[in-house]
């Protein structure tokens, strides 16, 4: 890994030194966040999307022959949904309940955010004053403060008369960001992002709707988590020496 990410910042350098900077943007997202799961939790668990936001700032490199370059800085939130299997319960002292009670459903909430820098290779395509793009980099990503989740335990027990009762109990937790043994989750990431969009010339700039994947590489924490996520986004560009 450390080896790819050498030879990736080696490229980006090499290929600046006979590129021309043509504009800079900025762009709004929405982001639709999962984890991929681990074989051991895919059993226990399901991985739902979760909503969040993003921010970027881009500058464009012309590489010639349609070819650029856009390194950008952007803030990201990540995280999942994570919902326990409709066959799988606990027993309520697990989570301090009295004897006779069972947690019967356990979902999770949870919001990462990120500093993102994606270093992408864009292909651009069309003619005329509309065109689109392909686009496909690297992306390193920093946690710039703890994570914040949201626990719902649904909980079964009888009543004096035998009949089920059921009631939810929330609780709110942090989830700490780090490299440490004690750390919930690691502070660094990696992933590969592809990406589309379709693009509208202006007189002095472009304005583009975007979409984009990004797959995590490197675990989340021990238990295998991989980050994943879509983002959907508004931009705009403004072109130098037009």
Request: proline fraction near 3%.
């Amino acid at each position: 890994m450390k080896n790819l990410i050498l030879f990736l910042l080696a490229f980006v350098c090499v290929s600046q030194l006979n590129a021309q900077l043509s504009g800079i943007g900025f762009r709004p997202t929405l982001s639709l966040s999962s984890y991929k799961l681990s074989k051991d939790y895919n059993d226990i668990y399901d991985a739902n999307l979760r909503p969040g936001g993003g921010v970027a700032v881009f500058a464009e490199f012309n590489l010639g022959n349609r070819l650029t370059f856009q390194p950008e800085i952007a803030f990201m939130q990540r995280g999942g949904n994570i919902k326990s299997e409709s066959n799988v319960f606990w027993d309520g002292q697990d989570f301090g309940y009295p004897r006779d009670y069972r947690v019967i459903e356990l979902r999770q909430k949870e919001t990462l955010n990120y500093l993102d820098i994606p270093l992408m290779f864009e292909k651009n395509f069309g003619g005329g004053n509309v065109g689109f793009y392909v686009a496909l980099g690297p992306a390193f990503s920093f946690a710039i403060s703890n994570g914040k989740g949201l626990e719902e335990l649904t909980v079964e027990h009888l009543n004096s008369e035998g009949e089920p009762v059921t009631f939810t109990d929330r609780a709110e937790y942090t989830i700490e960001m780090g490299n440490g043994r004690n750390d919930d989750y690691r502070r660094y990431d990696f992933s590969v992002n592809l990406g589309t969009g379709l693009i509208f010339i202006l007189e002095r700039g472009e304005i583009s709707f975007d979409f984009r994947y990004s797959h995590g590489m490197r675990n989340v924490d021990v238990g295998g988590l991989k980050n994943r996520g879509m983002q959907f986004g508004l931009s705009y560009m403004y072109y130098f020496n037009q």
